[in-house]
């Protein structure tokens, strides 16, 4: 089971495909976990989607550890499948939870809000990913060598 999930190809479009999702992804868990770059930190964004969303406070810092912890990983090429499936279930309720059912992010004119189009594309990348692996110069690469 181990082995199905290391398993990849030294692939240099998966690596950057990790590297990109990951680099896009990390700064916004950042905010969330370390409350830099404009984030609150993780007990306020934990208030904030409570009292916004109506979301759980564990299910809050499960997203928030899945976007720094696990794209960390992600980078590094560690487990990359099961970090991008994380990443993919957290898309899908951002999505569920946060879009206002707009395909584009409207902050112009009425009615504005958050469209899903961003949300899309990290889940493209993150099928790719499930798909295919860590790729090139990726952890799970040393480990299932190191396993045979």
């Given at each position: 089971m181990?082995?199905?999930?290391?398993?990849?190809?030294?692939?240099?479009?998966?690596?950057i495909?990790r590297?990109?999702?990951?680099?896009?992804?990390?700064?916004?868990?950042?905010?969330?976990?370390?409350?830099?770059?404009?984030?609150?930190?993780?007990?306020?964004?934990?208030?904030?989607?409570?009292n916004?969303?109506?979301?759980?406070?564990?299910?809050?810092f499960?997203?928030?550890?899945?976007?720094?912890f696990g794209?960390?990983a992600?980078?590094?090429?560690?487990?990359?499948?099961?970090?991008?499936?994380?990443?993919a279930?957290?898309?899908?309720?951002?999505?569920?939870?946060?879009?206002n059912?707009?395909?584009?992010?409207?902050?112009?004119?009425?009615?504005r809000?958050?469209?899903?189009?961003?949300?899309?594309?990290?889940?493209?990348?993150?099928?790719?990913?499930?798909?295919?692996g860590?790729?090139?110069?990726?952890?799970?690469?040393?480990?299932?060598?190191?396993?045979?």
């Open positions: 181990l082995k199905k999930l290391l398993k990849t190809e030294d692939s240099w479009v998966l690596l495909a590297f990109t999702l990951g680099a896009v992804i990390l700064p916004h868990g950042a905010q969330k976990i370390l409350g830099i770059w404009g984030g609150h930190g993780l007990p306020a964004t934990m208030d904030a989607f409570n916004w969303f109506g979301i759980p406070s564990y299910l809050t499960l997203v928030a550890c899945a976007e720094f794209m960390i992600l980078i590094l090429g560690l487990f990359s499948r099961f970090m991008a499936g994380s990443l279930l957290v898309m899908l309720g951002a999505i569920y939870f946060v879009v059912n707009h395909f584009f992010m409207n902050w112009y004119s009425e009615p809000g958050e469209g899903f189009e961003f949300h899309l594309l990290a889940i493209g990348l993150t099928t790719i990913i499930m798909i295919g860590s790729g090139r110069f990726s952890i799970d690469r040393l480990l299932l060598e190191r396993m045979k």
